[in-house]
């Protein structure tokens, strides 16, 4: 029988490669003993300043194992960042690319004497032929996830095909209320003698190795119905030879149908299942990427606790861990692949965008929650090309025919046309859209999303980024766009909630993002390295306002939540509370006394609640059993510290682009000079275009309240100057476009 142990101890690493390229033989005095999962971007990358350390790093661990004449090993890696080279004694076995699944290496013929000396390198490093290139993450480098020791029999369920194990389980739900359940086994090493035994539910049946699939009928199957009932079954593969089962592998899978109506959303098991959730990236402060199981199961009950039914598990193939918490929870699962803001135009980039999505099915393909695969997130920032449009639809292809039981789905940036070819590819489709936060206002959402529906009505369509940045720390009597405050982030998802809530269409929306996530290249309202954009903090010790609005809107939990508690001291005699709750009615009391009572749903808003002159105030919500305090200090001046500070990305005021003079009013078009319809790229590509842009970039950094680091200006290479006006949207005034158009055409085109 297969044996698996876990081998994340005593590993020796050395920060950086090895001088002159050599393998190393064994461990030096100047590395460290580590404890996998390991990153040494933990710090480093959630820093700012788009300087964490990205290069080719080793680890080395010495692995005593002695396999019977008829065992076979295998070292099993669950995630190394993003290549990783392995040596055995010394000697190349193999290479991987990608940062994000499971592969195996053959460990048999290298071991010695019961031994074998384990050499890894994990380099992550920007590859020309490897996704990710460039996003608005941090690419952690390391082995980062489990490392596990496999002993099989020779003759075993294989082992060697993009890190499945070999068994599949196909459930499918009859019209007449029964299940058919199709087990497929593919096996290593057997001979004539040797049979697959599966079992499912009580009922075994054994076939021939050779033609290793069987197929159950569940009469009254018990269904996977999402949050209601995640029921799971269990399937169980043998390998037998001459009546002992020499291997065994088994699978949970869950038995339930979906659909997707363009008008009516999301079915889950022929019934209507509106699909409201969160995005999720997979690391956590001071730790990166490489968390264990006890920190994927509290995120899991934190994105439980507030009611979400649905996860977009961005932008890459997450721990199996978290996987099977989905199964378990009964969350709805969008998994996707990292081809993702730069496209390369490489036959290796190409074949490396193939194998990542065939080992994401293979690796994913019994999940019950997983109900699409993602082939693109943001791809068309560079623009869309005949070879890009050829790459998605391989990859779409390949899908459907690795996996012919779901769908397939992108996201798309916003400034995909809506009659755009990449709208029509997959069969379902999603847009990020950040009206009232980057462009335009948060009441921009809701006409867009009727005129995409009304020029599209076949296509269904969701939502899959939408967010604003909040910072617990920030707080406003007037909040708005872009000041970084908690109290404008809670209002935006406000208006969020109310428009989807008459929007049925939507197959499905996700926020942008459960929690706050480190992206070294950005500086955001005073607080480098991080995007600010999460309801939970980045250590998932706070809990912003924005939680508690989702929780009320979409639980049933019987509570009350006062916000603003971290905005204590308040300039003003009388000021506004906000309540979240799930109950109809609250009440507000000041200093004991009954000040309102307000009916309604979800949001409650107490207007002039007085203020003590000295002293704090005693502000009390409650509501059928349930209460919550908070107490407010009544101030002359307003507090700083609740405003970005001084060079943080806070506009002073100033329009910097009031200053500008132009001479007339009509756009200017030159033969042989830049124009608006030009790529940023394009400009940049000459000596006075990429000074002009950049001047222009920085300017525009400062009027629209956004640091505009290299990062992100090297994603927005592939728009036009016009889309970066449509992004900007009225914050700029108009003469800006005229004189921008005339000082591109002074510029000569090469």
């Not at 920085?698 to 994603?715: D, Q």
Request: glycine residues 8%.
């Amino acid at each position: 029988m297969r044996k698996i142990t876990i081998i994340n101890d005593g590993w020796s690493f050395h920060k950086g490669p090895m001088k002159r390229g050599k393998t190393p033989s064994r461990p030096k005095k100047d590395w460290q003993t580590v404890t996998l999962p390991h990153t040494w971007n933990a710090l480093d990358g959630q820093d700012g300043g788009m300087d964490y350390y990205r290069d080719a790093c080793w680890y080395m661990k010495t692995i005593h194992v002695l396999p019977g004449e008829d065992e076979d090993v295998y070292l099993e890696f669950e995630g190394v960042s993003l290549c990783c080279e392995v040596y055995a004694n010394g000697v190349f076995v193999a290479r991987h690319t990608g940062g994000f699944s499971t592969f195996r290496v053959y460990l048999t013929p290298y071991i010695r004497r019961g031994k074998v000396k384990i050499a890894v390198m994990a380099d992550n490093r920007d590859h020309a032929d490897v996704y990710p290139r460039t996003a608005d993450f941090t690419f952690y480098g390391g082995i980062y996830r489990n490392v596990k020791l496999i002993v099989v029999p020779k003759r075993h369920f294989d082992l060697d095909y993009y890190g499945n194990q070999g068994f599949y389980v196909k459930p499918v739900l009859n019209d007449d209320g029964t299940a058919t359940v199709t087990l497929k086994a593919y096996c290593t090493g057997t001979t004539i003698i040797d049979t697959v035994r599966f079992l499912v539910d009580g009922e075994v049946k054994e076939v021939s190795h050779r033609n290793a699939e069987a197929v159950f009928r569940l009469e009254k199957p018990h269904l996977w119905d999402g949050r209601n009932d995640p029921f799971l079954y269990t399937a169980e593969a043998q390998l037998v030879s001459a009546g002992v089962v020499i291997d065994r592998v088994s699978a949970r899978f869950g038995v339930r149908s979906f659909r997707v109506d363009p008008q009516k959303g999301f079915f889950l098991n022929g019934k209507p299942y509106a699909l409201h959730g969160v995005a999720r990236h997979q690391d956590r402060e001071n730790m990166g990427w490489a968390i264990t199981e006890k920190e994927q199961k509290e995120d899991m009950e934190l994105i439980a606790e507030i009611g979400a039914n649905t996860i977009r598990l961005a932008h890459y193939q997450h721990a199996q861990a978290f996987y099977d918490l989905c199964d378990e929870y009964g969350m709805i699962v969008w998994a996707e692949i990292p081809f993702i803001s730069a496209f390369s135009d490489t036959p290796g980039a190409r074949a490396n965008t193939v194998m990542q999505m065939k080992e994401l099915v293979v690796q994913n393909y019994n999940h019950p929650s997983i109900v699409c695969w993602g082939i693109a997130n943001e791809i068309t920032i560079g623009g869309a090309s005949e070879a890009l449009m050829d790459n998605l639809h391989a990859l779409n292809d390949l899908c459907h025919h690795l996996d012919d039981t779901r769908l397939t789905t992108m996201a798309n940036l916003s400034m995909v046309e809506m009659d755009s070819p990449l709208n029509h590819l997959t069969d379902i489709l999603s847009y990020n859209h950040y009206f009232g936060w980057y462009m335009g206002s948060v009441e921009d959402n809701g006409p867009w999303l009727d005129a995409f529906h009304k020029q599209n009505p076949d296509v269904c369509l969701g939502l899959s980024e939408y967010g604003a940045e909040g910072i617990p720390a920030y707080h406003s009597e007037n909040p708005k766009m872009q000041d970084y405050t908690e109290d404008y982030q809670a209002y935006y998802h406000e208006q969020m909630i109310k428009t989807f809530a008459t929007r049925p269409f939507l197959w499905s929306t996700h926020v942008w993002n459960m929690f706050d996530f480190g992206s070294d290249m950005r500086d955001e309202g005073g607080v480098k390295g991080r995007n600010n954009k999460g309801l939970v903090s980045f250590d998932r010790k706070l809990k912003k306002d924005s939680f508690y609005l989702y929780k009320a809107a979409w639980t049933k939990e019987p509570f009350v939540h006062l916000c603003g508690k971290r905005y204590h001291d308040r300039a003003v005699e009388t000021t506004t509370v906000k309540v979240y709750s799930t109950l109809p009615k609250v009440t507000l009391f000041v200093e004991g006394k009954e000040f309102a009572e307000l009916t309604g749903e979800t949001v409650f808003v107490f207007e002039k609640v007085p203020l003590k002159q000295v002293g704090e105030t005693l502000i009390e919500a409650k509501a059928d059993g349930c209460s919550d305090s908070m107490k407010i200090q009544r101030v002359t001046e307003p507090n700083p510290a609740y405003h970005v500070p001084e060079g943080g990305g806070k506009n002073d005021g100033k329009n910097w682009f009031d200053d500008l003079t132009t001479e007339g009013t009509e756009i200017v078009v030159r033969e042989g000079y830049f124009t608006l319809d030009d790529k940023i790229g394009d400009i940049m590509k000459t000596p006075d275009g990429e000074k002009f842009i950049s001047e222009m970039i920085a300017m525009a950094g400062k009027a629209l309240n956004m640091n505009i680091n290299k990062g992100m200006l090297s994603m927005a290479k592939g728009f036009t100057v016009s889309k970066v006006f449509d992004m900007a949207g009225s914050r700029l005034p108009a003469n800006t476009k005229v004189w921008v158009s005339e000082q591109l055409s002074q510029i000569k085109k090469p």
